[in-house]
């Protein structure tokens, strides 16, 4: 079965770049995945960032960016903020209706 | 506004049934796919069910196959998840989702569902 692999955490000084990634445990992930990212804090429904590899959801701010970088999808903060301190998942089409999402990355912005 | 609200949560025991629903408004909704999606608090997410929206086709994660069926009233905007068997693992809260552009745009602020005896 395969699984749809982030890191489980990383950190970011405010101002600062940071770039997640969303990759399979076996293959590569391209656009035909449809990749997408969501941000969620404790105790709120997830919040949509990116469809489709790269198209921002209304309302969200520019410093979020989608793309595929080398085998992997890929969210990038670019100048994170404090309130950018959340838990990013991403989803991926894995064909015959199916979604799986990943595991989720804890960003820590310090 | 697009708006989405879970319905129908509650306390069930191991074996037992519940039905949730989810009104939505504010969009064309016989005309998205609509997804249930479930989250172990303080947990990941994962992606459980999912009708489309030109033809009604249904398909379901492994976990709930057989016994998990999506359906949706057009007449009355809602979509719904009969949810038969229930199992402990399957205590979660879940999340009504609208779909565009291949992927989840806009969702609902979730139904707790706790099996437990």
């Known amino acids: 079965q395969t699984v749809v692999t982030q890191e489980a955490s990383l950190s970011v000084s405010p101002g600062e770049t940071v770039t997640l990634t969303c990759g399979l445990s076996?293959?590569?992930?391209?656009?035909?995945?449809?990749p997408s990212w969501y941000q969620q804090t404790p105790g709120q429904a997830p919040r949509t960032l990116i469809l489709?590899?790269?198209i921002r959801s209304s309302g969200v701010p520019a410093r979020f960016s989608g793309s595929i970088l080398g085998n992997k999808a890929a969210l990038t903060v670019t100048g994170a903020q404090a309130d950018d301190e959340s838990t990013y998942f991403c989803a991926l089409f894995m064909g015959s209706g199916i979604w799986v999402f990943g595991g989720g990355t804890k960003l820590t912005v310090l | 506004e697009v708006q989405l609200l879970e319905s129908g949560g509650g306390l069930v025991q191991p074996g037992g049934s519940l039905r949730l629903s989810c009104a939505a408004s504010g969009f064309a909704f016989s005309s998205h796919a609509m997804s249930w999606v479930r989250q172990v608090p303080d947990k990941g997410l994962e992606w459980v069910t999912i009708i489309s929206g030109r033809d009604d086709t249904t398909h379901y994660a492994d976990s709930v196959r057989g016994r998990f069926t999506i359906s949706r009233d057009t007449s009355k905007n809602t979509l719904h998840l009969q949810m038969n068997g229930l199992r402990v693992e399957d205590t979660a809260i879940y999340f009504c989702a609208k779909h565009a552009y291949w992927g989840v745009d806009f969702w609902g602020q979730g139904a707790l569902v706790t099996v437990s005896s």
């Open positions: 489709s590899t790269n």
């Open positions: 076996s293959g590569s992930v391209s656009t035909s995945f449809y």
